[in-house]
């Protein structure tokens, strides 16, 4: 697979397979190699690959793919496995989970992201909302008693 930084300059030639710009299309993807999404996408998708969402494309789906590469508009969640970037002209409304997230300056991300290391899968918990706020607002409190603890030290020197 290509370097994360190459992930944005893929030329449309080395893509498996191509949805053009005048293909809308519903229901579900499932592919292991690459794919370019250039038109408009309603369903989930599927993928141990590549997927590449075109500047044109819109998407309404539910997204589970290695790699993500969106240059389009995606409403709906996405799980990618190795990693996920958001050129400059992506417009994502949803969750993002990866272990690798570049959102590049223009991007818009209206959603929550959540980051893992690549070795950990992501246990059901993490994918319930409920689950996961419990999650960070214990998280939050750990930092604030680590920060109590901290001033409580700096005050004593």
Known sequence: ????????SIPESDIITVLAEDID???SIHFKSSLMIKGNFEGEI???GLLIIGAQAK????????????NGDVTGNIQA???AVLTSSAVHTGDIQTPNLIIESGALLNGNTIMHSKKKSIPHS??????????SKNTTEQQKDHLKDSNKTNQKI
């Open 1 to 8: 697979m290509a370097k994360t930084e190459d992930l944005r």
């Open 59 to 70: 998407l309404n789906a539910q997204i589970k793919t290695n790699t993500l590469v969106s």
């Open 81 to 83: 496995t190795s990693s």
């Open 46 to 48: 599927n993928s141990e």
């Open 25 to 27: 299309f519903k229901g």
């Open 126 to 135: 993490e994918t319930n909302p409920h689950s996961h706020n419990a999650a």
